[in-house]
């Protein structure tokens, strides 16, 4: 099974300053057709996860353009550009790839 | 307006059955896969099962040959039969639509993440 692991596991943000959220694959998320399967949800709380990113960059549909994906191979990266006090939750990568899919242990966000 | 609309958990006895059942509505159930993600007590988000639009299906290790993922297109309904029940299958369990798209014109299949989720159903396992 691929094995995901996000750091840091806590972050406390100042509202307006940027965020950044690792995910490392114990394996390359390459697929044959080029792109990296890796997705990015939310847990805000209370509620159910919300899809952020998918295919490692592409914001799904309604997602503020503050967040934003990147990464290759083993790699990945979420990024929020001015946080907001609704972005507070608890962020999972997941990979794609294979089944069994795998999820991180989850990063919480909080504001400071 | 799409929607995932989880029902049948409750407490169940160790050892014993329930079937989960996850209606879909607001969009053709039958062109995407969907799966069950469950998330115990305090702890994080566990991918469970996973089902084709085709039909072909996939489990967590933790769960073959317990877990059965069915679906009824007819119905716009996705279940989950869950036996032999442990403790440590207690959690809130989430359908949620994805990651492949079937488009019939294309005959291709497109990966969007999973990107609809009900409000889970919670499953109780305890004497």
Known sequence: DIVMTQSPLSLSVTPGEPASISCRSSQRLLHGDGDYYLDWYLQKPGRSPQLLIYLTSSRASGVPDRFSGSGSGTDFTLKISRVEAEDVGVYYCMQGLQTPRTFGQGTKVEIK | ?127
């Open chain 2, 1 to 127: 307006e799409v929607q995932l609309v989880e029902s049948g958990g409750g407490l169940v006895q160790p050892g014993g059955s329930l079937r989960l059942s996850c209606e879909a509505s607001g969009f053709t159930f039958s062109l995407y896969s969907m799966n069950w993600v469950r998330q115990a007590p305090g702890k994080g988000l566990e991918w469970v099962s996973h089902i084709d639009s085709s039909g072909p299906t996939h489990y967590a290790d933790s769960m073959k040959g317990r877990f059965i993922i069915s679906r009824d297109n007819a119905k716009s309904t996705l279940y989950l039969q869950m036996t032999s029940l442990r403790a440590e299958d207690t959690a809130v369990y989430y359908c949620a639509r994805g990651p492949y798209y079937y488009d019939s014109r294309s005959q291709k299949s497109y990966y969007y993440g999973m990107d609809v989720w009900g409000q889970g159903t919670t499953v109780t396992v305890s004497s």
